[in-house]
């Protein structure tokens, strides 16, 4: 008991009889609310700056937070601030460049306090970076009028004379996020091309609480955000005021919440998808809400493939949703419209230039489709051009507004420093080598509830479960990460949490960002996060997780041979799963990652916004493939409220597993089959348990189920994308979709209350099962390179 000793007697009732019970811990002075003062900068500009990167090559003098101020920048908005911010951006031999893929072992946040930086050029972001302005007056980026680059913020940056060369892959441009910045492009002169943010991104990336600001002079070409290709990922809580274009996005998938797009002439400009999940679009004074680009049905074609749309505001808007050419057709293969509420918007759907599909006016559209829809057990697709059935949404969903509710990362803007708990500071280590099992408990055990916990960032080993009481928030430094390994993690007929996030039945809250969970294999009994806690009564996503990822390396999962000191991971602490250890087609035991990835008890609620449960499979760098078997992927037998916002992942025997669940929300989920598959089949190299609810494998199937539905009820897929592109490393079945045979079970019990919209698969025959039986023939369904159902119901 130390910071909160002092309040020990003025609250001992209370602690005795509530707080104890409600926490579990020593915590006897609960944090309230923040007590930061008004003019105090964000605690995290503060605190003491204790993050390390324990496997970087400089470690001792490797900084991981960079305050832009040090570097020289001014902030002022009248000093040329790009080079400072660029050399914060980049010290330390990091990422980028263009002569490195990736790498995690030079992370960074590069920190903006209340300001306005001018700039004249890209800001170029490396990578593992977090560019995060002060949370509670967030600063400004303006460009400056003589601006000359590609974007303000360039995620993935074109290499001068590269011949479209970039410095990244864009599907592997992992682990970015840009916070609380605000980009003002009105001083660049109309006619010179200005983008906000170049944003082609894959998983583990985010951008929350960004305001772009742009020209509202008409004819102005200017852009919030451009995002060319990638596989995405999750933004939400942001907003584009003026401009030509809000968003322009082609991307795989993506998962878009809380977007705000005011004055522009188009809001979202849709480029390509296999799909797009949107969740609260606000849309005022525009030209156009949505402009989508449809290419056709083939491959060479594609275009935006699928785009599924909830909880729309839109106003004066002439129209609400057009495609951009009627010569491909006149819509998007699939599209989806639920809970659309337009006041003066004359045209809900038309396309440019042509017919009206659908009239607006001011109206509330509550579901609505064009695309092959289907129901029950009946595998005849009825093209659907018009209303259909909306699901049951349970109320437990639902904010206020009556929108599938939602909830920003938290980032404690209120708090003050006094508030906040470094981990570092009460003696845990986080140097990937030493045991900080017993440091982390005592941590929680003693603050849990009472401070933040901030986990600086480090590779924080543990060996036996921490438990977690309700009324954590935990924050970590650029992904702070729980690396879990020893005996106590290798029976996998004996599997036990690393973290406990609560006890079964607690209630409170749970808050925890930035964190990264993974093993050192072998780890066959690990369940990384073992999920009990539930909402408190009349508080929604009160435990939840957000932009944090569990991430399975195999012998190295970061690609450029000059960062294999990643190897060293594994080597230090139990060098295990090397690639001499796991060739592909192996079933050594010494491969395995984890039993299970998350699972979601039966009385705990959860609210998991951008989480990403990766396995890394290939290695880019080594001529041979590897192969690394995590058991499954997301387990839930909770009773809800369930939002998975923005998921996905890759195991061996399901990506979720949804048993006895009810009240779930889940958009966009993204999976993908591990590579190895069939060799082995599931549930090889684990044995199959009943007590973890495993599915059964009907003949034929020979691949990891994405989605198993069994004995569930309300639930609510909201896009999806189920990708299966290889049997054991071989791309031949990806054409004739002939990689897995089934891919989405809903067992016949569920079936009443189960409702699937947007649902893209790719290298799959059937789309869509019920009790184990192919119910949805892909080749009803082409849509570019995947396949599209646009909706199930029973
Ligand atoms: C833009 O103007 C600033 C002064 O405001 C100057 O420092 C900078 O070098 C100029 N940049 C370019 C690319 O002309
Ligand atoms: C949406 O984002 C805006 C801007 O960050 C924020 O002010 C607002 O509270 C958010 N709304 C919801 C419902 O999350
Ligand atoms: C479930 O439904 C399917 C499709 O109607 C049927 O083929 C199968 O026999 C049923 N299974 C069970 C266990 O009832
Ligand atoms: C799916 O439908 C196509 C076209 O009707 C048919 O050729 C194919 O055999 C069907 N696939 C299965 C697995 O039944």
Redesign the pocket.
């Known amino acids: 008991m130390r910071y909160c000793s002092s309040f020990l007697f003025l609250s001992t009732i209370f602690y005795t009889s509530r707080v104890a019970s409600a926490l579990g811990t020593s915590c006897t002075s609960p944090l309230g609310g923040g007590t930061a003062a008004p003019t105090d900068p964000y605690w995290l500009e503060l605190i003491t700056h204790q993050g390390t990167s324990p496997f970087n090559p400089d470690a001792s003098t490797y900084q991981v937070f960079r305050n832009v101020k040090d570097f020289g920048a001014a902030g002022d908005g009248v000093t040329d601030d790009t080079a400072a911010i660029n050399a914060a951006m980049s010290s330390g031999n990091r990422c980028g460049g263009g002569s490195c893929g990736s790498s995690t072992v030079s992370p960074a946040i590069v920190y903006f306090p209340q300001g306005t930086y001018l700039v004249s050029s890209a800001i170029n972001t490396y990578y593992y970076t977090q560019m995060i302005g002060d949370a509670r007056n967030p600063p400004t980026l303006l460009a400056n009028s003589n601006f000359s680059g590609f974007a303000v913020i360039d995620a993935d940056p074109y290499i001068p004379s590269g011949n479209g060369a970039q410095w990244f892959v864009n599907q592997d441009n992992f682990f970015r996020s840009v916070r609380n910045l605000i980009i003002d492009l009105r001083q660049i002169p109309l006619g010179t091309s200005a983008i906000g943010l170049h944003w082609q991104v894959s998983q583990a990336t985010s951008l929350?609480?960004?305001?772009v600001e742009m020209s509202s002079a008409s004819g102005n070409t200017q852009k919030g955000l451009y995002m060319e290709s990638g596989s995405g990922g999750f933004m939400?809580?942001?907003?584009f005021n003026g401009g030509n274009i809000g968003v322009q996005v082609g991307n795989q998938q993506f998962t878009v919440?809380?977007?705000?797009v005011n004055n522009a002439d188009i809001a979202v400009s849709g480029a390509w998808n296999w799909g797009f999940t949107f969740q609260?679009v606000?849309i005022n004074n525009c030209q156009v809400g949505f402009d989508l680009t449809v290419g056709g049905n083939t491959q060479a074609a594609q275009a935006v493939g699928s785009e599924a749309i909830i909880d729309a505001v839109v106003v004066d808007t002439p129209i609400f949703v057009q495609s951009s050419a009627a010569s491909n057709g006149a819509l998007p293969y699939s599209l989806v419209l639920n809970n659309i509420q337009l006041t003066n918007v004359p045209t809900a759907v038309g396309v440019a230039g042509g017919a009206t599909i659908l009239e607006g006016g001011t109206i509330t559209i509550t579901s609505w489709c064009q695309g092959n829809v289907y129901s029950g057990t009946s595998g005849q697709a009825t093209w659907v051009q018009g209303d259909i059935v909306s699901a049951a949404k349970p109320s437990v969903l639902l904010?206020s507004?009556g929108?599938i509710f939602?909830?920003?990362h938290p980032q404690y803007a209120d708090y003050a420093t006094s508030q906040i708990m470094s981990v570092k500071s009460q003696g845990a280590k986080g140097d990937g080598t030493t045991d900080d099992t017993t440091a982390i408990q005592n941590i929680f055990d003693e603050y849990a509830g009472c401070m933040i916990i901030f986990f600086d960032a480090g590779v924080y080993y543990v060996t036996e479960t921490i438990t977690i009481p309700a009324g954590t928030q935990i924050v970590g430094e650029a992904w702070s990460v729980i690396l879990a390994g020893g005996s106590n993690f290798q029976s996998q007929n004996n599997p036990i949490p690393v973290i406990q996030a609560g006890t079964p039945g607690s209630e409170g809250l749970m808050e925890i960002s930035d964190m990264l969970f993974t093993t050192t294999g072998p780890a066959p009994g690990a369940i990384l996060i073992e999920w009990n806690v539930h909402d408190p009564s009349g508080e929604q996503g009160a435990a939840g997780m957000w932009d944090s990822h569990l991430r399975y390396v195999r012998h190295n999962d970061f690609k450029n041979p000059t960062h294999s000191v990643v190897v060293r991971l594994g080597g230090a602490i139990g060098t295990n799963m090397q690639y001499s250890q796991c060739p592909s087609g192996s079933t050594n035991a010494a491969c395995q990652a984890a039993f299970l990835g998350i699972y979601l008890t039966s009385q705990s609620s959860a609210y998991f916004e951008g989480t990403w449960v990766w396995t890394a499979d290939h290695d880019l760098d080594a001529s041979g493939q590897t192969s690394i078997f995590t058991g499954r992927g997301i387990l839930s037998e909770s009773a809800g409220p369930v939002w998975l916002i923005g998921t996905s992942e890759h195991a061996a025997l399901y990506q979720y597993n949804l048993a006895n669940a009810k009240n779930h929300y889940i958009g966009f989920a993204q999976t993908e089959t591990p590579y190895y598959q069939p060799d082995p089949a599931p549930p090889a190299p684990y044995s199959s348990n009943s007590a973890y609810y495993d599915p059964s494998y009907p003949s034929g199937l020979d691949a990891a189920w994405a989605m198993y539905i069994q004995t569930s009820s309300n639930i609510i897929i909201f896009g999806a994308g189920f990708y299966s592109f290889f049997q054991n490393y071989a791309q031949t079945c990806l054409g004739t979709n002939t990689c897995q045979a089934q891919v989405l079970n809903i067992d016949n019990s569920s079936l009443s209350s189960v409702t699937v919209y947007g649902l893209s698969t790719v290298g799959v025959t059937w789309q869509l099962s019920v009790g184990e039986t192919g119910i949805v023939n892909e080749s009803n369904n082409p849509d570019g390179l995947q396949e599209t159902l646009t909706a199930w119901y029973y």
Request: no cysteine.
């Open positions: 929350v609480n960004v305001v939400g809580d942001i907003v919440r809380n977007l705000t609260g606000y904010g507004s929108a939602g909830k920003g």
